[in-house]
């Protein structure tokens, strides 16, 4: 059994050498993985001046360029961006990834149940997907989160994975569909195999590239609308991420004058939206056999 | 008689990650103007590619490494993509499985026949749906149907409507890749009928790929016979009842049950097929044949006329 | 001794359901059907694609839960059978699927497939399913437990299939077209082995195929479906040399022989154009038959015995 | 089932959503708030204001009878007014919603088009450098961060090089100025051209990449190996066997896109001030705006609604197989 796992982690490696998406898109995110790890070392030398939300530079005034004391510069009060935009990967990754997992999971859980028994479990579910897909996922937010009145990053995750499960479901449950009619399947109920078993042992594992595959794509989404409600002025007020710093830039009236607090914050977000978004389309052209050269 | 197509030592491979796949390994023969040759074996024998080889309609990763696909004196593997297509469906043209999803299934059946003629053939649309309708009528289907898409034709009348297809531009050969294989046992029969019939009336050259030695038997009157990629024995269909000589042919023969006769005892082919991504050395039967001998291990027997008109490979014969 | 008794077995498909209409409309796929099987005996089970034979298969082991009937496994009626106790009966009724690239779980190892009948029934133990994979001669098991489906052959995966329905040893085997999707090569190999495993275990079949010839070979019996219905059932030798119903001789006229000079007459009739769809009274093979009469229109033929042992629903016997 | 009967099915089930969708707006505004009045009640208003509102919609009747309100309401046109301002929200949404569709129906079809057409070349040219260097492109544009392109294009196209406005979709002065019909238009289309640009930049990525994956999977079918074998021109193969039939997924893929298009445009609205429907919505919740709100939510989803619908007809009017 060690050697099944052995094999495992070459499969996996083999996959990540053989395809060049998933290779830049895992090298960009080494990339930001190592800003994230870097974020406290950075803060702590001072907290007092770089901290991201409460430290302020006492000798700067109003939005400085890049100086060796601040590498990016400052904000229009005189906080370190470059402080700013290390905190900011630690927010995208842990929003991004949690909110991936979390309706990654309820997707896929949602999807072989009602594939699997159908009928009125099937119908409730599904039209649930439906009406969730039909409501527009920005204005929603945003209304919600206007609603609830105070935000943080808390609400916003549970939010945003409410929008995202059902895309998946829908998906997995027309896999589970497909597999349930398979003469597996048939045989493993033939040979008296429990419901559980069944979805467990032979469903689960065979929807696993798909989950795989939104898993990554999911922490794109995530990571965009996120940041979009950031940038709208819908964030987490207590915490500095890359969409809010984008829009303190843009609402201060230095969108213009200041492009070294404009370029940095967007092209991190659309970069570890791309390498993520990347590694989804590896992944599919190695799961979906009819992308693949004939 | 005239020779229609001959082919020499002809040899195609696909590239895989895991190496060469020689598909097609050495063969050669010929078919004459009129003839019908069954060509069976079983699957991922090569039959098909072969047949793929004739129309030059091979997949990205396939190469005709070596060898000559003389069709009407003219060899055409160096032809282009350009010059194929003129000779596409005027000169071979193909009766696909029906299941095969040849049809497109967003056009009405009757205008992808259309389609073909006007491609090759400078007449009016109206022209063309007159031949269309008298091609209908020739394989037995109302021509009121050409206005109907696929998915509401029978799985019969999707095969017919195929082969009026086929018979579209009066080509000089047609090659029929195992027609009746996704269909019903009566409904197979009479598409054979009205392919045998057609064959007759019109004096069609054909080749007719099948897996089934029984339908062959019935279609053509020569057979033949591939094994992994190899043609091993190819002679008159009578010839090959009456006298098969090659170990596998025999195998094959007598491991078909029969609804005739009395109850007999099947036997069969001891092993599976070898793998073409590294084919036995020597004969590729020999790990199978239970009259291998030392020089089948080493030597891949040539294949020769040994009386008129019936060829062979195998060392034990010759 | 009755092994399998099978009595006015029903299975009725619902449409969907219409927007608007209050009608009810049902496919007829198993109607009325009864038959038996002796202890020991192989019955065959043959008909066209869509007659329902594979849902009879189904039925039987309780894949698919019937509409009306009985099904007695040993004296023991499974029809009704829920929960826990159809799971206990389970052990005794097994399946072998006919595409051995889709029956086997593309994710397990041999190991795993083999053994899941015995964890689901609670009965693993390792000596059993090398005794399995050896009786079905895949020799040394240890050669196979660790391989994926995708690393075995066609013939290889088929005969993990069976040691995967025989593990358990079950009373009765439903087959449904085991052979179908294998080459003629092998495909002679696996039938060979199902009769030797029959002998060894004294195992009662149900063999369910489209082929008559296969059936001919594999059956002690056979009973002929057409839509929802078994037209004729007998002797598996008699039904071959001597049918009655319209519809068993257009059957057999239909399969090609292997001999080119046996000229054999086909009857003539037309392609299936009703399915089992709320069917009426009359007979079923009606719009198909030569010898139709005006009774036959009015009221379905009760299948009753011709002579010793045939049975045969048409109104022009009795 | 006959096309009219698959329509009114569809027509029916949207209708329920709808019903459901405005429940749950309801639920929204008159149950998470501390204070259910709230959202329609200003404490700057009159007192008499207060009560000809209190009657108009229920509030302080059960929450049942506030429903029917609420749809009463709806049906008649009227959603309140807005707390800013005082004008009739309905008024609002109309012309809002107005700029909104002239800019995302452009800015859609266009991508559209120039998606599915370079979808189309690329998949016919599988393993090309132009195919990579296109599906690269495509992905990076489609995960790009969208304020942050329409800022970046503001900075270079307008604050730089002058080329556009900065923001806007119109010139006040110009149009008070009373100009002809041909400078309304050529104003107009000044406005509109950046945050097109950006709209059809980001969004064409997406529609390309379906194509030629649709593109992909249709090329293996086997009635391309029966063009092919038919000798028809390439060009044939492609644009009709082909590419018809990759248009099928296509088409369904609108309807979900429809949602993300709004999300785009609630972005690109406020980043280039587009007085569009998307815009309202953010500033209206910034200001806790409610009744603007509530209208301008609903109207979105009834949009995103009917887009859903056409793009099913659509699709059953293009492929013959459906059956309904």
Same mark, same amino acid.
């Given at each position: 059994?060690?050697?099944?796992?052995?094999?495992?982690?070459?499969?996996?490696?083999?996959?990540?050498?053989?395809?060049?998406?998933?290779?830049?898109?895992?090298?960009?995110?080494?990339?930001?993985?190592?800003?994230?790890?870097?974020?406290?070392?950075?803060?702590?030398?001072?907290?007092?001046?770089?901290?991201?939300?409460?430290?302020?530079?006492?000798?700067?005034?109003? @939005?400085?360029?890049?100086?060796?004391?601040?590498?990016?510069?400052?904000?229009?009060?005189?906080?370190?961006?470059? @402080?700013?935009?290390?905190?900011?990967?630690?927010?995208?990754?842990?929003?991004?990834?949690?909110?991936?997992?979390?309706?990654?999971?309820?997707?896929?859980?949602?999807?072989?149940?009602?594939?699997?028994?159908?009928?009125?479990?099937?119908?409730?579910?599904?039209?649930?997907?439906?009406?969730?897909?039909?409501?527009?996922?920005?204005?929603?937010?945003?209304?919600?989160?206007?609603?609830?009145?105070?935000?943080?990053?808390?609400?916003?995750?549970?939010?945003?994975?409410?929008?995202?499960?059902?895309?998946?479901?829908?998906?997995?449950?027309?896999?589970?569909?497909?597999?349930?009619?398979?003469?597996?399947?048939?045989?493993?109920?033939?040979?008296?195999?429990?419901?559980?078993?069944?979805?467990?042992?032979?469903?689960?594992?065979?929807?696993?590239?798909?989950?795989?595959?939104?898993?990554?794509?999911?922490?794109?989404?995530?990571?965009?609308?996120?940041?979009?409600?950031?940038?709208?002025?819908?964030?987490?007020?207590?915490?500095?991420?890359?969409?809010?710093?984008?829009?303190?830039?843009?609402?201060?009236?230095?969108?213009?004058?200041?492009?070294?607090?404009?370029?940095?914050?967007?092209?991190?977000?659309?970069?570890?939206?791309?390498?993520?978004?990347?590694?989804?389309?590896?992944?599919?052209?190695?799961?979906?056999?009819?992308?693949?050269?004939? | 008689?005239?020779?229609?197509?001959?082919? +020499?030592?002809?040899?195609?491979?696909?590239?895989?990650?895991?190496?060469?796949?020689?598909?097609?390994?050495?063969?050669?023969?010929?078919?004459?103007?009129?003839?019908?040759?069954?060509?069976?074996?079983?699957?991922?024998?090569?039959?098909?590619?072969?047949?793929?080889?004739?129309?030059?309609?091979?997949?990205?990763?396939?190469?005709?490494?070596?060898?000559?696909?003389?069709?009407?004196?003219?060899?055409?593997?160096?032809?282009?993509?350009?010059?194929?297509?003129?000779?596409?469906?005027?000169?071979?043209?193909?009766?696909?499985?029906?299941?095969?999803?040849?049809?497109?299934?967003?056009?009405?059946?009757?205008?992808?026949?259309?389609?073909?003629?006007?491609?090759?053939?400078?007449? $009016?649309?109206?022209?063309?749906?007159?031949?269309?309708?008298?091609?209908?009528?020739?394989?037995?289907?109302?021509?009121?149907?050409?206005?109907?898409?696929?998915?509401?034709?029978?799985?019969?009348?999707?095969?017919?409507?195929?082969?009026?297809?086929?018979?579209?531009?009066?080509?000089?050969?047609?090659?029929?890749?195992?027609?009746?294989?996704?269909?019903?046992?009566?409904?197979?029969?009479?598409?054979?009928?009205?392919?045998?019939?057609?064959?007759?009336?019109?004096?069609?050259?054909?080749?007719?790929? $099948?897996?089934?030695?029984?339908?062959?038997?019935?279609?053509?009157?020569?057979?033949?016979?591939?094994?992994?990629?190899?043609?091993?024995?190819?002679?008159?269909?009578?010839?090959?009842?009456?006298?098969?000589?090659?170990?596998?042919?025999?195998?094959?023969?007598?491991?078909?049950? $029969?609804? +005739?006769?009395?109850?007999?005892?099947?036997?069969?082919?001891?092993?599976?097929?070898?793998?073409?991504?590294?084919?036995?050395?020597?004969?590729?039967?020999?790990?199978?044949?239970?009259?291998?001998?030392?020089?089948?291990?080493?030597?891949?027997?040539?294949?020769?006329?040994?009386?008129?008109?019936?060829?062979?490979?195998?060392?034990?014969?010759? | 001794?009755?092994?399998?008794? /099978?009595?006015?077995?029903?299975?009725?498909?619902?449409?969907?359901?219409?927007?608007?209409?209050?009608?009810?409309?049902?496919?007829?796929? /198993?109607?009325?059907?009864?038959?038996?099987?002796?202890?020991?005996?192989?019955?065959?089970?043959?008909?066209?694609?869509?007659?329902?034979?594979?849902?009879?298969?189904?039925?039987?082991?309780? &894949?698919?839960?019937?509409?009306?009937?009985?099904?007695?496994?040993?004296?023991?009626?499974?029809?009704?059978?829920?929960?826990?106790?159809?799971?206990?009966?389970?052990?005794?009724?097994?399946?072998?699927?006919?595409?051995?690239?889709?029956?086997?779980?593309?994710?397990?190892?041999?190991?795993?497939?083999?053994?899941?009948?015995?964890?689901?029934?609670?009965?693993?133990?390792?000596?059993?399913?090398?005794?399995?994979?050896?009786?079905?001669?895949?020799?040394?098991?240890?050669?196979?437990?660790?391989?994926?489906?995708?690393?075995?052959?066609?013939?290889?995966?088929?005969? /993990?299939?069976?040691?995967?329905?025989? /593990?358990?040893?079950?009373?009765?085997?439903?087959?449904?077209?085991?052979?179908?999707?294998?080459?003629?090569?092998?495909?002679?190999?696996?039938?060979?082995? &199902?009769?030797?495993?029959?002998?060894?275990?004294? &195992?009662?079949?149900?063999?369910?195929?489209?082929?008559?010839?296969?059936?001919?070979?594999?059956?002690?019996?056979?009973?002929?479906?057409?839509?929802?219905?078994?037209?004729?059932?007998?002797?598996?030798?008699?039904?071959?040399?001597?049918?009655? !119903?319209?519809?068993?001789?257009?059957?057999?006229?239909?399969?090609?022989?292997?001999?080119?000079?046996?000229?054999?007459?086909?009857?003539?009739?037309?392609?299936?154009?009703?399915?089992?769809?709320?069917?009426?009274?009359?007979?079923?093979?009606?719009?198909?038959?030569?010898?139709?009469?005006?009774?036959?229109?009015?009221?379905?033929?009760?299948?009753?015995?011709?002579?010793?042992? !045939?049975?045969?629903?048409?109104?022009?016997?009795? | 089932?006959?096309?009219?009967?698959?329509?009114?099915?569809?027509?029916?089930?949207?209708?329920?959503?709808?019903?459901?969708?405005?429940?749950?707006?309801?639920?929204?505004?008159? %149950?998470?708030?501390?204070?259910?009045?709230?959202?329609?009640?200003?404490?700057?208003?009159?007192?008499?204001?207060?009560?000809?509102?209190?009657?108009?919609?229920?509030?302080?009747?059960?929450?049942?009878?506030?429903? =029917?309100?609420?749809?009463?309401?709806?049906?008649?046109?009227?959603?309140?007014?807005?707390?800013?301002?005082?004008?009739?929200?309905?008024?609002?949404?109309?012309?809002?919603?107005?700029?909104?569709?002239?800019? %995302?129906?452009?800015?859609?079809?266009?991508?559209?088009?120039? *998606?599915?057409?370079? *979808?189309?070349?690329?998949?016919?040219?599988?393993?090309?450098?132009?195919?990579?260097?296109?599906? *690269?492109?495509?992905?990076?544009?489609?995960?790009?961060?969208?304020?942050?392109?329409?800022?970046?294009?503001?900075?270079?196209?307008?604050?730089?090089?002058?080329?556009?406005?900065?923001?806007?979709?119109?010139?006040?002065?110009?149009?008070?100025?009373?100009?002809? #019909?041909?400078?309304?238009?050529?104003?107009?289309?000044?406005?509109?051209?950046?945050?097109?640009?950006?709209?059809?930049?980001?969004?064409?990525?997406?529609?390309?990449?379906?194509?030629?994956?649709?593109?992909?999977?249709?090329?293996?079918?086997? =009635?391309?190996?029966?063009?092919?074998?038919?000798?028809?021109?390439?060009?044939?193969?492609?644009?009709?066997?082909?590419?018809?039939?990759?248009?099928?997924?296509?088409?369904?893929?609108?309807?979900?896109?429809?949602?993300?298009?709004?999300?785009?445009?609630?972005?690109?609205?406020?980043?280039?001030?587009?007085?569009?429907?998307?815009?309202?919505?953010?500033?209206?919740?910034?200001?806790?705006?409610?009744?603007?709100?509530?209208?301008?939510?609903?109207?979105?989803?009834?949009?995103?609604?009917?887009?859903?619908?056409?793009?099913?007809?659509?699709?059953?009017? #293009?492929?013959?197989?459906?059956? =309904?």
């Amino acid at each position: 059994m060690k050697k099944k796992k052995w094999k495992l982690i070459r499969q996996i490696w083999d996959l990540i050498r053989g395809s060049t998406f998933i290779k830049l898109g895992v090298s960009i995110i080494i990339i930001f993985g190592i800003m994230a790890v870097f974020s406290p070392i950075w803060v702590n030398r001072n907290p007092e001046i770089y901290d991201p939300i409460i430290g302020v530079d006492p000798d700067v005034h109003g @939005s400085e360029g890049p100086s060796l004391k601040h590498p990016l510069g400052t904000d229009y009060i005189g906080k370190d961006l470059f @402080s700013q935009l290390l905190r900011g990967s630690q927010i995208a990754f842990i929003l991004g990834i949690m909110v991936s997992v979390l309706s990654t999971t309820i997707g896929t859980i949602v999807g072989l149940v009602a594939g699997y028994y159908g009928r009125i479990v099937d119908i409730i579910l599904m039209r649930l997907a439906d009406i969730i897909l039909t409501l527009p996922r920005l204005p929603l937010l945003i209304v919600i989160s206007g609603i609830f009145g105070t935000q943080s990053n808390w609400i916003i995750l549970l939010i945003l994975s409410f929008t995202f499960w059902p895309t998946i479901s829908r998906v997995i449950r027309s896999q589970t569909l497909s597999l349930r009619e398979r003469p597996f399947i048939e045989s493993a109920k033939v040979s008296g195999v429990g419901n559980r078993r069944i979805i467990l042992r032979h469903l689960a594992p065979n929807v696993l590239p798909i989950t795989f595959y939104y898993l990554t794509v999911t922490v794109t989404g995530a990571i965009l609308v996120e940041a979009g409600l950031s940038f709208l002025g819908f964030g987490d007020p207590s915490n500095m991420s890359w969409g809010m710093m984008l829009k303190w830039c843009f609402t201060t009236g230095y969108v213009f004058k200041a492009p070294y607090w404009m370029i940095p914050p967007g092209l991190c977000i659309s970069a570890l939206a791309f390498s993520f978004y990347l590694i989804g389309v590896g992944l599919e052209e190695i799961v979906n056999p009819r992308l693949k050269k004939r | 008689m005239d020779t229609i197509l001959e082919i +020499e030592e002809l040899e195609m491979s696909y590239q895989t990650i895991k190496g060469f796949v020689s598909a097609v390994d050495n063969v050669s023969f010929k078919i004459m103007k009129g003839e019908s040759m069954g060509l069976v074996g079983e699957s991922g024998c090569g039959k098909t590619s072969l047949g793929m080889c004739i129309m030059k309609l091979l997949p990205e990763n396939a190469r005709i490494m070596n060898g000559k696909i003389l069709f009407d004196g003219e060899d055409i593997v160096p032809k282009t993509e350009e010059e194929m297509r003129k000779i596409r469906w005027k000169g071979v043209s193909m009766i696909f499985q029906a299941a095969m999803n040849a049809l497109n299934p967003v056009y009405r059946v009757g205008d992808q026949i259309i389609e073909a003629i006007q491609t090759h053939d400078n007449i $009016s649309k109206e022209e063309a749906r007159e031949k269309v309708e008298k091609l209908y009528e020739l394989v037995g289907l109302s021509p009121e149907r050409m206005k109907n898409y696929p998915h509401e034709y029978s799985g019969g009348m999707r095969q017919r409507a195929i082969i009026a297809m086929a018979l579209a531009c009066d080509p000089k050969f047609i090659i029929a890749d195992e027609p009746t294989t996704a269909l019903d046992v009566i409904v197979q029969d009479q598409i054979i009928d009205e392919i045998v019939n057609l064959q007759k009336k019109l004096n069609m050259t054909m080749m007719y790929i $099948s897996h089934d030695i029984s339908v062959i038997a019935e279609t053509c009157n020569k057979i033949g016979v591939m094994y992994a990629g190899n043609i091993v024995e190819y002679t008159y269909t009578s010839t090959l009842f009456d006298n098969p000589l090659h170990p596998y042919t025999k195998a094959l023969m007598s491991s078909f049950p $029969s609804i +005739e006769g009395p109850k007999k005892e099947l036997k069969p082919v001891p092993g599976e097929p070898p793998n073409l991504l590294n084919p036995p050395e020597g004969c590729r039967f020999y790990p199978r044949c239970s009259y291998a001998e030392e020089i089948c291990k080493k030597e891949n027997p040539e294949f020769v006329e040994i009386e008129k008109d019936h060829f062979l490979a195998c060392h034990k014969v010759i | 001794m009755e092994m399998v008794n /099978v009595e006015h077995l029903t299975k009725l498909f619902p449409l969907r359901k219409r927007l608007f209409s209050r009608e009810k409309h049902y496919v007829y796929a /198993v109607d009325d059907v009864s038959f038996k099987i002796e202890k020991g005996k192989i019955m065959g089970l043959v008909g066209e694609s869509g007659c329902g034979k594979t849902t009879t298969a189904k039925l039987l082991v309780r &894949l698919l839960d019937p509409t009306s009937g009985n099904i007695y496994i040993k004296n023991e009626n499974i029809a009704d059978l829920r929960g826990k106790e159809l799971k206990k009966f389970r052990k005794n009724i097994q399946m072998i699927f006919q595409d051995p690239y889709e029956s086997l779980n593309p994710r397990f190892i041999v190991h795993d497939t083999v053994a899941e009948p015995l964890i689901a029934q609670g009965l693993y133990n390792t000596e059993k399913i090398y005794n399995a994979l050896e009786v079905v001669g895949l020799k040394p098991p240890e050669e196979f437990l660790f391989r994926y489906s995708h690393e075995l052959s066609g013939g290889q995966r088929q005969r /993990v299939a069976i040691a995967r329905a025989l /593990v358990i040893d079950p009373i009765f085997v439903v087959a449904d077209e085991p052979t179908s999707m294998l080459d003629v090569s092998i495909r002679a190999d696996v039938l060979n082995l &199902l009769l030797a495993l029959r002998k060894k275990f004294d &195992l009662t079949v149900l063999f369910v195929t489209h082929d008559l010839a296969v059936a001919r070979y594999m059956c002690d019996s056979i009973a002929v479906m057409y839509l929802g219905k078994i037209v004729e059932r007998g002797n598996a030798e008699e039904i071959i040399k001597n049918p009655k !119903h319209p519809y068993t001789k257009a059957l057999l006229s239909a399969v090609p022989i292997p001999n080119p000079k046996a000229k054999r007459k086909r009857i003539k009739i037309g392609e299936r154009v009703s399915d089992a769809v709320n069917p009426p009274e009359r007979c079923r093979f009606y719009e198909r038959c030569n010898y139709k009469k005006d009774i036959c229109k009015r009221k379905y033929p009760k299948l009753i015995e011709c002579c010793k042992d !045939h049975f045969v629903a048409c109104h022009l016997y009795g | 089932m006959s096309m009219e009967r698959y329509i009114l099915s569809r027509v029916i089930q949207i209708i329920i959503i709808f019903f459901i969708v405005m429940s749950i707006i309801f639920l929204l505004f008159r %149950v998470i708030p501390s204070d259910p009045t709230s959202f329609l009640l200003t404490p700057s208003m009159t007192a008499e204001a207060k009560e000809a509102i209190r009657e108009q919609f229920g509030l302080n009747e059960p929450i049942i009878t506030q429903y =029917y309100l609420y749809f009463k309401n709806f049906f008649h046109g009227n959603f309140g007014n807005s707390f800013y301002g005082g004008r009739s929200v309905m008024n609002i949404i109309k012309e809002r919603m107005l700029n909104s569709i002239f800019l %995302v129906t452009t800015a859609v079809i266009l991508s559209y088009i120039i *998606g599915i057409t370079v *979808g189309k070349a690329i998949a016919w040219k599988r393993g090309s450098k132009t195919e990579k260097f296109f599906v *690269g492109l495509g992905l990076w544009f489609y995960t790009m961060f969208t304020p942050w392109l329409g800022i970046l294009f503001l900075w270079i196209f307008a604050f730089k090089l002058h080329l556009f406005p900065l923001g806007g979709m119109i010139t006040s002065e110009v149009w008070i100025a009373n100009p002809s #019909l041909i400078e309304k238009i050529c104003d107009l289309i000044h406005h509109l051209i950046l945050p097109l640009i950006t709209y059809v930049v980001l969004w064409f990525g997406g529609y390309m990449l379906l194509m030629r994956n649709s593109m992909l999977e249709t090329l293996r079918e086997d =009635y391309i190996i029966t063009a092919r074998a038919k000798g028809l021109k390439e060009k044939d193969i492609r644009d009709k066997h082909a590419a018809r039939n990759a248009l099928l997924p296509i088409v369904t893929a609108f309807a979900i896109s429809i949602s993300f298009s709004i999300t785009g445009a609630v972005l690109i609205e406020t980043v280039f001030s587009w007085p569009g429907i998307g815009r309202t919505i953010v500033e209206a919740t910034l200001r806790q705006d409610y009744p603007l709100v509530q209208g301008a939510f609903a109207i979105i989803t009834i949009v995103v609604l009917i887009a859903n619908f056409i793009a099913d007809i659509a699709y059953a009017y #293009l492929d013959p197989r459906i059956s =309904y």
